[in-house]
């Protein structure tokens, strides 16, 4: 599944971030860091945010020992975890801040031992937020020589926000 072309008017405090971010030097860093802050768990990989749009997010992490298994390759819980953070950044970007989005299902197919510095592209259709649904994202994770490591499918609910105090 290919993204497509993205509404230029999304109002989204994830790419209105990321622009001013982008403004600087270290503003991948700076941004990257934010990103791990939000969501604590996903520092655990050290995600360096390389791009990010409505439809489309990618994410490079680097091999350590660390992230290592039993077979000293990076571990199948880590590359779990790039791909559904590269998702949900995808996602995220996708949607106006009125909106919410919710992991329901993943599938990961593990292709081949991942080493050296790993890539995570995400990428899904815009989805209409105005109501209820659900959307898969479809994720790659490359290492430095291009080959695929692992391909996910994330699937999002995406919907409005509840009311306040509608007890979701």
């Given at each position: 599944m290919s993204a497509?072309?993205?509404?230029?008017?999304?109002?989204?405090?994830?790419?209105?971030?990321?622009?001013?971010c982008n403004r600087y030097p270290m503003g991948?860093?700076?941004?990257s860091?934010?990103?791990?802050?939000?969501?604590?768990?996903?520092?655990?990989?050290?995600p360096r945010v390389l791009?990010?749009?409505?439809?489309?997010?990618?994410?490079?992490?680097?091999?350590r020992r660390r992230l290592h298994q039993h077979l000293k390759s990076v571990h199948a819980g880590a590359l779990f975890t790039l791909a559904e953070?590269?998702?949900?950044?995808a996602m995220a970007a996708s949607v106006p801040d009125t909106a919410r989005i919710i992991v329901t299902d993943i599938s990961i197919d593990f292709v081949k031992k991942a080493h050296g510095v790993l890539t995570a592209v995400a990428e899904c259709k815009v989805p209409d937020s105005t109501v209820q649904q659900r959307h898969d994202v479809k994720v790659t994770?490359?290492?430095?020589?291009?080959?695929?490591?692992?391909?996910?499918?994330?699937?999002?609910?995406?919907?409005?926000?509840p009311e306040a105090g509608a007890g979701n």
């Open positions: 497509q072309e993205p509404p230029a008017t999304v109002d989204n405090r994830i790419l209105r971030v990321w622009a001013k991948r860093i700076v941004f860091q934010i990103f791990a802050r939000v969501a604590p768990f996903n520092a655990v990989i050290r791009d990010v749009r409505p439809g489309r997010a990618r994410i490079a992490m680097t091999e953070c590269t998702s949900g950044l994770l490359s290492d430095e020589t291009g080959d695929d490591v692992a391909r996910a499918t994330i699937t999002w609910v995406v919907g409005p926000r």
